[in-house]
């Protein structure tokens, strides 16, 4: 049988007054966007400026509001596209609900084409002290995030440091009024050297060599590398394999996970259960039974012993 085309999906996410309904409704009086299309327009929170549907371009427009996070089912979000005969659907998010929630009711045609966040640029600092775990589930993976209200005495740094520190792919735009836009043009230099002998991972670098081995393995294939470490041994595991990783922060303590690597050495099971060390190893990408799946391999070339860092877990900043 053949599968059903995909549904695409436009999200716009941020927090209340961050720009979202603004953006919407421009995008809706757009004709090179909209020409008529059946859009179902899902509206999750109530903000301070109101759509406008009389100002659209095309008038196929259908609002539905959810009203909580609970609200958000698979069987609500394919009723309401069917109801409406919708060819494509735009969300504009609750800030204060989790993403998941959202990717976890799409029916299974529903592909997100693009995902934007907005904030104003005013409050977002506190928001990202305040309430770190919903500023990050939002910027992990959008695409572009746009602070508007943004005033040239702001410190870009600052803004930028935060995105990164949740993705190293979105783009960043800064918003001065709504004819004067800039783009982020800093520039993120890796804090080791890949093209090095040896690519020699700090002590506080880990999370972000982890995250760049996943998303970028071309850059590691049959390279060496030297980092600081735990070496676990697990019983299911294949002989002369162990695992060495750490535990990583993303953006608080409850997101704290091990990010785990295979290890292959042919006097594996002469390590000490669960000791640190300082490992070196040749890096390759390839089918392992530990993953079930292709994935980095490291091969041991040599390690010693070392302490148990004073900061054990490590972060993206």
Not at 22 to 49: A, P, S, W
Not at 285 to 310: N, S
Request: charged content about 30%.
């Amino acid at each position: 049988m053949a599968e059903a085309p995909e549904f695409p999906v436009y999200l716009f996410t941020g927090f209340l007054d961050a720009g979202k309904t603004t953006f919407i409704q421009t995008t809706l009086e757009d004709e090179r966007f909209n020409k008529g299309e059946r859009t179902l327009l899902l509206v999750c929170e109530e903000g301070e400026v109101e759509l406008n549907p009389e100002t659209f371009s095309g008038k196929n427009v259908f609002v539905r509001r959810i009203e909580s996070e609970a609200d958000l089912r698979l069987e609500r979000l394919a009723a309401l596209r069917q109801d409406t005969r919708a060819e494509r659907v735009m969300v504009e998010y609750n800030g204060m609900w989790m993403l998941d929630s959202f990717y976890q009711a799409m029916p299974k045609e529903w592909a997100v084409y693009q995902e934007f966040m907005f904030a104003d640029a005013r409050t977002f600092p506190a928001y990202n002290t305040n309430m770190r775990q919903l500023v990050y589930d939002k910027l992990k993976s959008c695409e572009l995030v746009v602070f508007n209200r943004f005033d040239s005495n702001m410190d870009k740094m600052v803004f930028h440091k935060i995105v990164r520190g949740a993705s190293r792919r979105a783009d960043i735009a800064y918003e001065y009024g709504p004819d004067t836009v800039e783009y982020d043009d800093i520039e993120d230099p890796l804090p080791f050297d890949v093209n090095a002998p040896i690519i020699k991972i700090g002590d506080e670098d880990y999370a972000i060599w982890y995250r760049d081995l996943t998303e970028n393995p071309q850059t590691y294939e049959n390279k060496k590398v030297q980092l600081k470490c735990r070496a676990l041994l697990r019983r299911k595991l294949p002989k002369n394999t162990f695992i060495i990783g750490r535990h990583v922060m993303t953006c608080c303590v409850q997101d704290i996970q091990f990010s785990a690597l295979v290890c292959e050495w042919n006097k594996a099971d002469t390590l000490k259960k669960d000791s640190w060390m300082i490992l070196t190893a040749q890096v390759n990408f390839r089918y392992h039974e530990a993953y079930g799946e292709k994935g980095p391999v490291l091969t041991y070339i040599t390690a010693e012993e070392c302490a148990v860092p004073d900061d054990p877990v490590a972060t993206f900043y």
